[in-house]
């Protein structure tokens, strides 16, 4: 009933730019926060980076003055603006967000989406 999409993922030099998308649709009454994680191989997952309900941002240090979160209430969308990439930033990336849907009940609970790959080449 509640979906998250990702897309925008690709491969990119080191130095350039992507922007991630993710979009939540289906039954929903609020969304509170709506992050990013990242994962690559053989490594834990990690968060980058955390948009909330209030508008307050959080970083990973290894992303702060690269990487910029940002949110479309509206359109129940955030977005990731990845700037100045790292071969080290090669990632399958993952949009989440605690979401509380218009189904009488049920209750607010994480969602994932599916990720999208980002590879950038030295």
């Known amino acids: 009933q509640v979906q998250l999409v990702e897309s925008g993922g690709g491969l990119v030099q080191a130095g350039g730019s992507l922007r991630l998308f993710c979009a939540a649709s289906?039954?929903?009454?609020?969304?509170?926060?709506m992050c990013w994680y990242r994962q690559a191989p053989g490594q834990q997952r990690e968060l980058v980076a955390t948009?909330?309900?209030?508008?307050?941002?959080t970083y990973a240090d290894s992303v702060k003055g690269r990487f910029t979160i940002s949110r479309d209430n509206a359109k129940n969308t955030v977005y990731l603006q990845m700037n100045s990439l790292k071969p080290e930033d090669t990632a399958v990336y993952y949009c989440?967000?605690?979401?509380?849907?218009?189904?009488?009940?049920?209750?607010?609970?994480?969602?994932w989406g599916q990720g999208t790959q980002v590879t950038v080449s030295s």
């Open positions: 989440a967000a605690e979401i509380l849907p218009s189904i009488p009940g049920w209750s607010r609970s994480n969602y």
């Open positions: 948009f909330t309900s209030s508008s307050s941002t």
């Open positions: 289906g039954s929903i009454l609020h969304i509170n926060w």
